[in-house]
């Protein structure tokens, strides 16, 4: 029996979840709070209570032993993965028995490349405490693979968007804004793609390897947010200058990073084929249940 347990059941693993419960998998996953727990269930995923604080109280070790498979979605802190940190041991004693080990990064480990382009060979530069974060905590795990056979898979994601998070939810609700600033590209994943990827990983292990998450066409923030508003109808919110936007510290990093990100080797190596290979395909998929 495939079980897939999962550090963070967040909305990244909760599609990973859906599409692997629909074979027949047992997945189990990670909460902090009752509500949490009761979410988890209603959606077929068995909840073990995580406390950090207490690591030996949260009965991690016993949910791990039956797992076959397992996805680490928690985010950095400043001494990398706290998860690789608290559970590596624990983890690393199941080698044998582990066929697989997903951790989810951040296209961010590359930094700022001008618009640029960047594969899984490029340097990893990050630029931002976000990035040097994400990159601490790849180390981390990719440590435990060097060291200890730890079947470690790095997936670099762009930015996620999905059912009830996405351009149209912003521009329906009036929280839209076009912010520009001339030459600034995103990469960007639907979340349904996330979960392809990973299970065309599973379907696939190879142990080690990083992998780019990301759609075809990296393209300027604005233009996504007047494509949303065209496919609602509405007239797009007027556009902004980056310096007048009077975005947040943790809101302008975002633009720090410009890069184009090359998605060829998910392609190549796991044979997958993108459902929405750019924003456009997305929200169009989405549409429906926004305008419901």
Not at 47 to 72: C, F, K, Q, W, Y
Request: net charge neutral; charged share 20%.
């Amino acid at each position: 029996m495939s079980h897939l347990f999962c550090f963070g059941a967040g909305f990244s693993a909760q599609a990973l979840a859906r599409t692997l419960l629909a074979r027949g998998w047992t997945v189990t996953g990670t909460c902090r709070t009752a509500e949490a727990a009761d979410r988890l269930a209603a959606a077929g995923i068995a909840p073990v209570p995580l406390d950090t604080a207490n690591p030996d109280g949260a009965g991690i070790a016993g949910a791990l032993a039956a797992a076959t498979h397992i996805l680490v979605s928690v985010p950095p802190d400043g001494e990398g993965c706290p998860v690789a940190r608290l559970f590596g041991e624990t983890v690393a004693e199941r080698a044998g028995g582990l066929r697989w080990l997903g951790y989810l990064s951040t296209t961010g480990v590359y930094g700022n490349r001008d618009g640029g382009w960047v594969d899984e060979r490029s340097a990893l530069t990050p630029d931002t405490a976000r990035g040097h974060r994400r990159l601490a905590a790849e180390r981390d795990w990719l440590a435990l693979h060097g060291t200890r056979g730890v079947p470690v898979h790095i997936f670099r994601l762009a930015g996620i968007y999905g059912p009830g998070r996405n351009a149209l939810e912003q521009v329906a609700s009036g929280r839209a804004r076009r912010i520009v600033k001339p030459g600034q590209v995103f990469s960007r994943i639907h979340v349904d793609d996330i979960a392809g990827v990973l299970a065309a990983s599973i379907a696939q292990p190879a142990p080690g390897t990083a992998y780019n998450v990301c759609d075809d066409e990296a393209c300027p923030p604005q233009d996504v947010i007047a494509h949303a508003a065209r496919l609602l109808g509405v007239e797009p919110p007027p556009e902004i200058p980056f310096e007048e936007a009077g975005l947040s510290a943790m809101a302008a990093s975002f633009y720090a990073d410009n890069k184009r990100v090359a998605n060829a080797r998910i392609k190549r190596e796991l044979g997958y084929s993108l459902s929405y290979p750019t924003y456009r395909e997305g929200l169009d998929a989405l549409l429906s249940s926004v305008a419901a």
